[in-house]
């Protein structure tokens, strides 16, 4: 038995979005917990799909003393304000140094954070962590898939283990991964070597999902290299592949992967294989986008005769990768086409959610929708919004993501447009239209609909895809620019090339 240390601090920053996170985003809980410190960490993480929970019942089952530091996430935003991360990174040191001496350490890291003070969020804080606890302590960390996994999150952790899956399935499974390494970790007492490769592209968001080519089997491939190093004993413990998150503008934005092994020649092997494997699929990141014109023209052509609902991804405005999800492109070309019974959600307006809630079900909101933060210079959408159903914002999630997380969102409205037909889901606080049961929450069957518009990149997916007629993905105004050569990058190292095949970075 071994004492380890656990906690988390989640942040993936799009240094371009308009909003930053503050302590206020991450003391709150949203579909996941709030800030949470201490002995009540253990059961407060219990039971959602989080890398800390299935983190804490690996190490359970392992029969280890855990020791709770603190957890906490906030929505995708810009920069982490320098107060909120002094105040989080500060609480983790602090119960570290009180639970000193400690034999292991498992953190819960996004590894996309960008702070005021600090390009590289996690490599500040493991390096804080290393120089407390000493060499000799293995530091594991689990990773989201949007990692920008740099040199100095590799050198400090002992060892990182990133999810496989875009839409994130594996979150808490990735926690338990992460958890059984530093288990062996501790009982092996081997040295490990590290073979780190950062790739030659970024990769827009939209392609990466490992739902399809090429992800999909670049994931398999790493699946069996890891699992023939294991039977042809080459030591090879672990590989963590990165596609990265874009809209960051840091030196070590992009791909990045890392092979764990105790043998050098064959983690070095394993790496180059592995990134040449992922060079030759360059090509492969594309599809077809469209504009909200276009796609809702496509829509309800397709609707027509169809028994499912053809789904519109509002790609660019995905407040999981830092939109305010509330520009209304797609609204808009949703009503000037009178696309009857189409559902678009969910438009982050807590001013029209509490206006609506205050006005009670059937009467006409008084104000406009959307379109508040004013992030595209748009302006909110007039119509006769007939407000349809309320709902507190509180409901349990039930998708392969979001199953079992509790929601606390704040008060929320379906409201029509009596002209069009075109409905919107009203929600108080920032969260991706990734759950049916967002919409279920204010009295929309989702596959009843037959045209439903979201606000997300990809992890809509996961619930939504086996529901869909067809997935168009759609480009209207919103913080999360795809095209990475659209954005005004000043920190990018010099020779990376800004999406597939694309210009290199001067
Ligand atoms: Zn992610």
């Known amino acids: 038995m071994a004492r380890i240390a656990v906690g988390g601090f989640q942040h993936e920053t799009n240094t371009f979005a308009p909003q930053r996170a503050t302590w206020d985003d991450f003391e709150r809980a949203d579909a996941w917990p709030g800030f949470v410190r201490g002995a ?22 392992r029969g280890h003393d855990l020791l709770p530091l603190c957890w906490c996430s906030a ?37 996309a954070m960008v702070a005021e003070h600090y390009e590289d969020g ?33 050198r400090h952790a002992s060892l990182m283990v990133g999810y496989r899956t875009y839409p994130h ?32 592209f970024l990769i827009p968001l939209v392609w990466q999902c490992t739902g399809a080519e090429p992800a999909k089997g670049i ?41 764990y092994g105790h043998d050098r020649e064959a983690a070095e092997a394993a790496a180059d294989r592995l990134a040449a494997a992922i060079g030759e699929r360059e090509a492969a990141f594309a599809g077809k986008l469209y504009t909200p014109e ?19 991804a ?37 001013e029209a959610a509490e206006a609506a809630e205050a006005a009670g079900e059937g009467a006409l909101l008084s104000c406009g929708v959307g379109a508040k933060v004013g992030y595209a210079g748009e302006t909110p959408v007039e119509a006769n919004w007939r407000i349809v159903c309320l709902g507190s914002g509180r409901f349990t999630g039930t998708g392969p993501m979001y199953g079992g997380a509790k929601f606390n969102i704040g008060p929320m409205a379906l409201v029509i447009d009596e002209d069009s037909g075109v409905s919107a889901v009203l929600a108080s606080k920032r969260i991706q239209a990734n759950d049916k049961e967002m919409f279920r929450h204010v009295g929309v069957e989702p596959a009843q609909v037959p045209i439903l518009a979201l606000k997300s990149t990809v992890h809509f997916r996961a619930d939504f895809e086996p529901i869909a007629e067809r997935v168009l993905c759609v480009v209207s105004p919103g913080a999360h620019i795809t095209d990475p050569a659209e954005l005004p990058y000043r920190n990018l190292r010099k020779g990376i090339r800004l999406n597939p095949l694309g210009p290199p970075r001067a």
Do not use: W
């Open 40 to 61: 009540e960490l253990l059961d407060a993480v219990h039971g959602y799909n989080i890398p800390i929970a299935g983190a804490v019942e690996a190490l359970r089952a």
């Open 75 to 111: 929505p995708p935003s810009a920069h982490v304000e320098r107060a909120a991360y002094e105040r989080v990174a500060g609480a983790i040191l602090e119960d570290l140094a009180a639970q000193m001496p400690v034999d292991g350490v498992y953190l819960d890291l996004h590894g």
């Open 122 to 154: 996690e490599g500040e804080l493991l390096r804080r962590i290393r120089a407390l606890v000493g060499d000799r302590v293995p530091i594991v960390a689990s990773l989201d898939y949007h990692t920008n996994m740099t040199p100095e999150m590799v």
């Open 169 to 200: 399935i594996d979150m808490a499974a990735t926690g338990g991964r992460a958890a059984l390494l530093l288990d062996r970790l501790l009982s092996e007492r081997r040295p490990l070597y590290k073979a780190y490769r950062q790739l030659g």
């Open 219 to 259: 994931f398999a491939l790493i699946g069996e290299v890891e699992q023939g190093a294991l039977s042809h004993n080459q030591g090879i413990l672990s590989i963590t592949h990165t596609p990265g998150f874009p809209p960051a503008d840091i030196a070590e934005c992009g791909p990045a992967l890392v092979v």
């Open 294 to 312: 276009e796609a809702v023209a496509e829509a309800l052509t397709l609707a027509r005769g169809a028994t499912k609902p053809v789904v519109l």
């Open 314 to 350: 509002d790609i660019q405005d995905n407040p999981g990768a830092g939109g305010t999800s509330d520009t209304v492109g797609l609204l808009r070309a949703l009503i000037a086409q009178r696309a009857q019974g189409a559902v678009i959600g969910m438009i982050v307006d807590p």
